[in-house]
């Protein structure tokens, strides 16, 4: 099998994904048998069975899943990175956050990137990515150039009359840093998740007041679940030894 092929095979074939799944340490299940019931639970106490609210529910398994691979390095995480990535731009989309949808494009085509250098800085024996230290000239690179895209997203989520548009410009560029440094495997990436995880709850709590449907309470929550994801996936990365 040539390495495309074992790529294209460690990433999107069943046995993998549920290898991958099934490889999971304890702490990591945990964390997602959380997540996952978090979702459920907002979705069967809600009266809201739209097809925007099917679709936030799918949007909302997929990503627990993408996060719970992401925290330990696992291929397959691209697979649901995809589907998560694709079904958030259309509630994005239907929410006028146009930071969010914008950012959520952006993640979509970086997971083609992240399948091809994930794949190549394997641990063959962990089958998990080793993870990468930031210098401290890349760290001010890394700043200067989210500062510069929250100004441009800012002027343009404005001149769209987007919702909340200080706080959802602030995603865009987050995301960019967050995905760029998760692609080459950079443990500093959970700083950027973090915070674009902050502001997505302080954007969702503010939209349940303008937004009608629950679709919004449910976004809310996955946001909860995913900040708690993020602070887990931090604690992991800088604990394990490559």
Same mark, same amino acid.
């Given at each position: 099998?040539?390495?495309?092929?074992?790529?294209?095979?460690?990433?999107?074939?069943?046995?993998?994904?549920?290898?991958?799944?099934?490889?999971?340490?304890? !702490?990591?299940?945990?964390?997602?048998?959380?997540? &996952? #019931? @978090? /979702?459920?639970?907002? =979705? +069967?106490?809600?009266?809201?069975?739209?097809?925007?609210?099917?679709?936030?529910?799918?949007?909302?398994?997929?990503?627990?899943?993408?996060?719970?691979?992401?925290?330990?390095?696992?291929?397959?995480?691209?697979?649901?990175?995809?589907?998560?990535?694709?079904?958030?731009?259309?509630? !994005?989309?239907?929410?006028?956050?146009?930071?969010? &949808? #914008? @950012? /959520?494009?952006?993640? =979509? +085509?970086?997971?083609?990137?992240?399948?091809?250098?994930?794949?190549?800085?394997?641990?063959?024996?962990?089958?998990?990515?080793?993870?990468?230290?930031?210098?401290?000239?890349?760290?001010?690179?890394?700043?200067?150039?989210?500062?510069?895209?929250?100004?441009?997203?800012?002027?343009?989520?404005?001149?769209?009359?987007?919702?909340?548009?200080?706080?959802?410009?602030?995603?865009?560029? +987050?995301?960019?840093?967050?995905?760029?440094?998760?692609?080459?495997?950079?443990?500093?990436?959970?700083?950027?998740?973090?915070?674009?995880?902050?502001?997505?709850?302080?954007?969702?709590?503010?939209?349940?007041?303008?937004?009608?449907?629950?679709?919004?309470?449910?976004?809310?929550?996955?946001?909860?679940?995913?900040?708690?994801?993020?602070?887990?996936?931090?604690?992991?990365?800088?604990?394990?030894?490559?």
């Amino acid at each position: 099998m040539n390495q495309k092929s074992s790529t294209l095979a460690l990433t999107f074939s069943p046995k993998a994904i549920w290898s991958d799944l099934i490889s999971l340490n304890k !702490a990591t299940k945990a964390m997602l048998s959380v997540m &996952v #019931f @978090a /979702q459920l639970l907002t =979705f +069967l106490l809600s009266s809201d069975r739209s097809g925007l609210a099917w679709l936030t529910l799918w949007t909302g398994l997929a990503a627990v899943i993408n996060l719970a691979l992401v925290d330990q390095g696992k291929q397959s995480n691209f697979f649901w990175g995809l589907i998560c990535t694709a079904a958030w731009m259309m509630v !994005a989309l239907h929410s006028r956050t146009f930071g969010d &949808v #914008f @950012a /959520q494009g952006f993640a =979509f +085509l970086m997971q083609f990137s992240g399948i091809y250098f994930w794949a190549r800085a394997r641990n063959s024996e962990k089958g998990e990515l080793v993870f990468k230290k930031m210098s401290k000239t890349l760290s001010w690179s890394v700043l200067t150039l989210t500062i510069l895209t929250y100004l441009v997203v800012l002027a343009i989520s404005k001149h769209l009359n987007g919702l909340q548009v200080y706080l959802d410009s602030a995603v865009l560029p +987050l995301n960019i840093i967050g995905q760029l440094l998760m692609t080459y495997g950079y443990r500093s990436q959970w700083f950027a998740w973090i915070t674009v995880d902050i502001v997505q709850v302080l954007v969702w709590a503010q939209n349940i007041s303008v937004l009608d449907g629950s679709y919004a309470i449910s976004m809310l929550v996955l946001q909860i679940v995913m900040l708690a994801n993020a602070l887990y996936g931090a604690w992991y990365w800088y604990n394990r030894k490559n």
